[in-house]
């Protein structure tokens, strides 16, 4: 399977464990990262979060790009060679990359 991501997907994610998808859209990718990290539950009570449990990601495209946008903060990376984007305990980001062509 990691041989198929790494040879099919458009953007690889590299760094702390995360769940991932990525999807098209009429101007580039969209990548959706999602850290279960750092939140844990037992009935009855609330939530208790783990504000330490940040991921780390590093995206690499592997295609080439303008800009890439994170959906939440409105934070913008010009072309390099990677993006590194942070996830809160239980949280989501998403990273939008906007194709050259």
Known sequence: LAELCRDALPI??????VQYQVNR???GWVVELVNNRGVSKKPATPAETDPAA???VTLTPRMAWKSAKEWRSNRVHKP???VVVEIG???TEFVEFESES
Do not use: Q
């Open 80 to 82: 390099a060679d990677s």
């Open 12 to 17: 690889a994610v590299a760094g702390d464990p």
């Open 54 to 56: 940040v991921a780390r």
């Open 25 to 27: 859209v009429p101007r």
């Open 89 to 91: 305990p239980g949280g």
